[in-house]
C-alpha cells in the first residue's frame, strides 16, 4: 500500500519513492511521481484498472477531505438549497428559427439534463428530439458533446461521454421514425458536422494521446470502418476542429496551435471535393475565415486575422478565386487597444464584436452601404454575448446582456429597425432585487505600474471597513477574458458578508492583446503578481484586508493558484484550486500527454529550451513548494480528466503535506467518477460549488446557516 495507515481525523501520508532526473544540467527528484498510473491511457476509458494503490490513497484523501468539513455538511445543504433555489427548474431557452422549425433545449422539475427539442416555427406542438435524462439512466456520469440536426431536418446526429474522459460516441437519430440508426463511431473529440446533402457528417477522431489528429467522412448508414480520411494533422501540437460556414456553402477544417493557424475549405454540397488551403501555418499568423456571397455580392472569404502586424486583430477579405494572402485586403482596419474577438456575416450584414477597456459591444455594419452603429452598455461591467442563429439571410440576431447584479437577458434585435425584443430573462424563483447589490469596477495598480480591472459584486450593506472577507477569482491564460457576469451561486457568499471580486489579469485579453502576450510565456510571472497586486489593492483600500481573501481558480486558473500560495501567502486566507494545473513543469516534459505539445507555445518547451525549462521551473507550483505555512488549501481533481490529469493535485497536495509548517486545512477531493468539468447533472454540480463555498465561509469564519451577515 502507497499509504500510511491512519485514524479518521489523520491526513493521509504519501509514501516517497523517489525519481532523479536531469534537464538541461538541472538536477531534479520527484518524490510523488508513483501517483500517476503507468496505464492513465486505460484509466481515461475505464477508471477501474486504476493501480489499487494509488486508488487508495485518492480514496483515502477523499476520506479525510470528508472528515475535516463534516461540521460544514449542515451548510452545505443549505448553500445546494439555496443555489438550486435560483434556478428555474422547468426552464427553456429561447426557440432558434432555421427553416420550418425553431430549435431549443428545455429542462423539466428535477430533471438533472437537458431535452433537445423543436416546434414548427410559427408555433405548434413541441416535438422531443433528444432526452438526455433518459440517456443517462444508470449512469455516474453523463455530457453531450455536438448535437445538430441535419439541413433537411430529417436526422439529428449528437456526441456523448459517459467517463469525463471527453472521448465522445456519435449517432444519429432518424427523426422521422424515432430510431437509432446502426451508425456508431467512437472515440471521437465530439465535434459533428453535415454536408448539405443530408446524408453525409465530418467529424474528428482522436489519437491514443487523446489529441484530435483526423478528420473523417461519414456516410448513414454504412459502417464507421468504412469512413473516408479526409484529413490527418502531422504535427502534434496543433489543434484541429471543424464547423461551417454561416452561408452553409463550405464545411471548414481548422487547424491551430495557440499563435498558429490553418484553414481548409471543403464544399458543403459537394462533400467529396477536395479541400481547398486558405493559407500555409506561419508562425504568428492567427485567422479564422467565413464566407460571404450571393444575392448580388460576388463570392468572397472574409477573414479575422492579425496580418500585417495586426496585434488586436483586423477583418479582411479576398476573392474565393484569389486566395493567396497578397490577395488580402482591409475591410476594418486595425486599431491597437481594440481587440476584434469575433466575426460573424450574414447576406446582409458583418457584424463584429469588440472589447475594449475590458468592455465589450456589437458593431454591425451594412454591406451594401457600408453604415454601422454599435449596441453597447452604460453599467460600469457586464458581459455581453452574441448569436447570429442558423440562418445566413436574416436582419435578425440574437444576443445576451447580464452584469454581475442583473440576471442574464436575451434579445432579438432587428438590424434594420434597431429594435430590441426581450425574449428571456433569467428568471431566479427564490427572489433577487438588483438594487440590494452593488457592482463596480475598479483598477488596481501592478508591480510595474498596468491598470488591472477589478469587478466587484457585494451587497449595500456590507462593511467596506476592511473586515469583509473576500473571494477573489483570477484565471489570466489562453486570452480567456473573464466576464463580468451574473451568477446565481456566488450569491450565497455576497448574502454572507463576502465581496466577490474578478481581477482581470494578464494573460487575458480584457485589455486587448498585448495584455495576453504580457502574461504568458518569458513573461507569465505577470499574471500571478498582478493577482498578488489585486488583492494587495483591495487591502490597502479598505475593502478588506491582507489575510481575509480566499482566491479560487480552475485548471491554469488553478496554476495561478498554486502560484500565489507560494509567493504570498499571508495574503490568503484559503486557496480553491479546481482541476489546477499545478505539476507544470513536469508535464510540459511529457510530450506523451494529450496536451503537452500543443500547449508548448503558450508556456514554452521545457525539453528543447533551457530558458523555457528555467522560466517554468521559476514558478511551478509544485516544484517551488517549500518549508512555510500556507493558507487553508481545498484542491479538487477528476479522475478521468484528460485536461489536468488527477495526479497534479494529488502530487501537489502531497508535497505540501511534506513541507508546510503550519496547522491550516490542507484537502484533496478527486472526484471518481468525472473529469475536468466536475458533475454532469446541473444539480449535482451545485453540490460540488456548495463544498467549495462551505470551504470558504468556514475558514473565512462565516460559517452561520443564515444568510444575515
Partial sequence: MNTDSHSKLSPPVATKQPIHASHHGFEKTDNYAWLKAENWQNVMQDPTVLDAGIRTYLEDENAYMTSCLAHTE???EVLFDEMKGRIKEDDSSVPTPDGTYAYYVSYQTGSQYPRFCRHPRDGGDETILLDVNTLAEGQSY????????SPDHKYYAYASDNKGSEYYTVEVLDLETGNLLQ???????????????NKTLFYTKLDSNHRPKWVYRHTLNTPASEDVLVYEEQDSGFFIRIGKTQSNRFIIINANDHQTSEARLIDA???ESEMQLISAREHGHEYSIEHHGGGGFYDRLIILTNKDDAEDFKIMETPLSALDKKNWSDIEYHRPGRLIIDAAVLKQYLIRIERENGLPR????NWIDGEEHAIAFDEQAYSLGLSVGYEYDTETIRFSY???????????YNIETKERVLRKTQ????????DDYVTRRLYAKSHDNEDIPVSLLYKKDTPLDGTAPVLLYGYGSYGIAIPASFSTTCLSLVNRGFIYAIAHIRGGKDKGYRWYREGRGPKKINTFKDFISVGEHLAEEGLTSRGNIVAQGGSAGGMLMGAVANMAPDLFRGILAEVPFVDVLNTMLDDTLPLTPP????????????EAYETIVSYSPYDNVEAKAYPNILAIGGLTDPRVTYWEPAKWVAKLREYKTDENLLLLKTNMEAGHGGASGRFDRLKEVALNYAFALHVAGKIALNTET
Fill in 142 to 149: 453523463f455530457q453531450i458533446g455536438g448535437a445538430i440536426h
Fill in 427 to 434: 428568471e431566479v424563483p427564490s427572489g433577487h432585487n438588483a
Fill in 269 to 271: 454540397h459537394n462533400p
Fill in 402 to 412: 447580464s452584469s454581475m447584479t442583473t440576471p442574464s437577458q436575451v434579445y432579438d
Fill in 183 to 197: 451508425d456508431k463511431i467512437e472515440n471521437t473529440n465530439g465535434n459533428i458536422v453535415w454536408a448539405e446533402d
Fill in 362 to 365: 456589437i458593431v454591425i455594419r
Fill in 74 to 76: 449542515e451548510l452545505q
Fill in 599 to 610: 500547449e508548448w507555445p503558450e508556456w514554452g518547451n521545457p525539453i528543447e529550451s533551457k
